[in-house]
């Protein structure tokens, strides 16, 4: 696969999971999400799944770490879930949920394991969608108060703190594509929490620093767009593409900014004087993350903004369709580096492949997972002997999980999970990546 000697000393291998795919949201007095009403919808996920039980980490939480320690990695990625902390999203703390990510915290410092905590991955209280969640102006102070609250506990021991993970998907596949919860098409909707997840994102970044809290980062996901043909229909449509998945975030971040195109297209459905929130949407933080997974290729389509549509590309897909294309991994490191960020230090903070993984003899043959991180292990090292400050590399996933609106059935992990005995299994992957950090 590869070998940690071939990497810098300091360099840091991890595995990332989030709460409400791994945790089992229904134990531990968590409250309502978001999630629980979009899964409890018909049509929304196969087979109506949900993260009630998942894999049930919340139980077999020592079981996952010592899984994490096994495996030899250095630090660990997780999530909190806001309603386990704040059941309603403000008001009365969970006090069963803040032990619980205490335990956590705790039993990766006894393994040596760095963690490394993300605030928001995906699971809005139900009482705060009801006040129109991301649509709501007043989430940035919801988030940088449930942030402030849950790093008054945590904040002591975690290595390194992101805000939001994934922006785009928080918003555009959420309010958009309707996607995700809370399943909107709407494209007033859409451009408010495009421009508040980035408020929210800059409001908890000061928030936690006024409270003492360091090592604050962002996390965005990434999809490498080229055009269906070299019409300029085509070409503008993935131009557009990537504007508003790609540099819509990273401008504002580290621009303060938006692009123009995307001003043009939302720029009467955005909150009145959106401007005014740059300067606390870029908000100094000292790492940033890239997830990516795949490239898209993109047409024009007649209609309406964006007006363009997804060719299927000719490319190996994984199981969740998606082709396999590393050069990507490297292109948005190197954008990041060379136009955004400058020297600050950047995370691969996912990256990993969906497989239809059976367990047979006791073991998963995972040979694609092995081959896709080692040649997007190997695109991120080109970027750094580039000179991109590229600190650490996070496998998506640590063990299969529910992935989302697409239930139980696209298996992301290092470690097999049996969803109806939950028993654990380490993937080939698991065994090679192990290997490889031993060497
Ligand atoms: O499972 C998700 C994760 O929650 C966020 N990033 C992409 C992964 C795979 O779809």
């Avoid at 999400?33 to 018909?42: K, L």
């Avoid at 605030?119 to 009482?127: G, Q, T």
């Avoid at 108060?145 to 021991?157: H, N, S, W």
């Avoid at 490297?330 to 969906?354: K, Q, W």
């Amino acid at each position: 696969m590869f070998k940690r000697s071939d990497f810098p000393r300091d360099f840091t291998f991890g595995a990332a999971t989030a709460a409400y795919q791994i945790e089992g949201h229904a134990f531990g007095g968590a409250g309502r999400t978001h999630w629980d009403d979009f899964a409890a919808t018909p049509g929304n996920v196969p087979r109506g799944e949900s993260g009630a039980i998942a894999c049930d980490h919340y139980h077999r939480m020592e079981e996952d770490l010592d899984l994490l320690k096994g495996a030899g990695l250095d630090a660990y990625r997780f999530s909190a879930s806001w309603a386990r902390v704040l059941p309603d999203g403000r008001g009365a703390i969970n006090a069963q949920g803040l032990d619980f990510y205490d335990r956590l915290v705790d039993g990766l410092l006894e393994r040596d394991i760095k963690p490394m905590l993300t605030l928001y991955h995906w699971e809005m209280p139900s009482a705060l969608a009801d006040l129109g969640g991301w649509r709501n102006r007043d989430v940035a102070s919801w988030l940088a108060d449930y942030a402030c609250i849950l790093m008054d506990r945590l904040g002591d021991r975690i290595w390194k703190t992101a805000t939001i993970n994934e922006f785009w998907c928080v918003s555009f596949l959420s309010h958009f594509l309707g996607h995700h919860a809370p399943g909107l098409r709407d494209i007033r909707a859409t451009a408010r929490a495009m421009h508040h997840v980035l408020l929210a994102h800059g409001t908890t970044v000061q928030a936690l620093r006024a409270a003492g809290i360091d090592q604050i980062g962002a996390v965005c996901n990434f999809t490498y767009p080229q055009p269906a043909s070299e019409a300029a229909e085509d070409v503008e449509a993935t131009a557009t593409f990537d504007d508003y998945y790609n540099n819509f975030f990273l401008s504002g971040i580290f621009r303060r900014e938006y692009p123009r195109r995307i001003v043009k297209a939302l720029g009467p459905h955005f909150p009145d004087a959106w401007q005014q929130d740059l300067e606390v949407i870029g908000a100094p933080i000292d790492w940033f993350g890239v997830n990516y997974y795949t490239r898209e290729i993109i047409g024009h389509a007649p209609g309406p903004w964006p007006a363009l549509r997804s060719v299927e590309g000719p490319l190996p897909k994984t199981q969740m369709g998606w082709e396999i294309h590393p050069e990507g991994l490297h292109h948005f490191l190197r954008r990041c580096h060379d136009d955004f960020s400058g020297d600050l230090p950047l995370y691969v903070t996912e990256n990993g492949m969906a497989s239809a993984d059976t367990v047979a003899g006791g073991a998963v043959d995972d040979a694609a997972r092995i081959d896709y991180l080692r040649r997007h292990i190997a695109a991120a090292r080109q970027a750094m002997a580039e000179g991109v400050p590229l600190e650490g590399y996070f496998i998506w996933s640590l063990m299969d999980n529910f992935e989302w609106a697409f239930g139980f059935e696209k298996r992301f992990g290092l470690v097999h999970v049996d969803f109806d005995t939950l028993e654990r299994t380490p993937k080939a992957s698991y065994h090679a990546l192990k290997a490889a950090l031993a060497g």
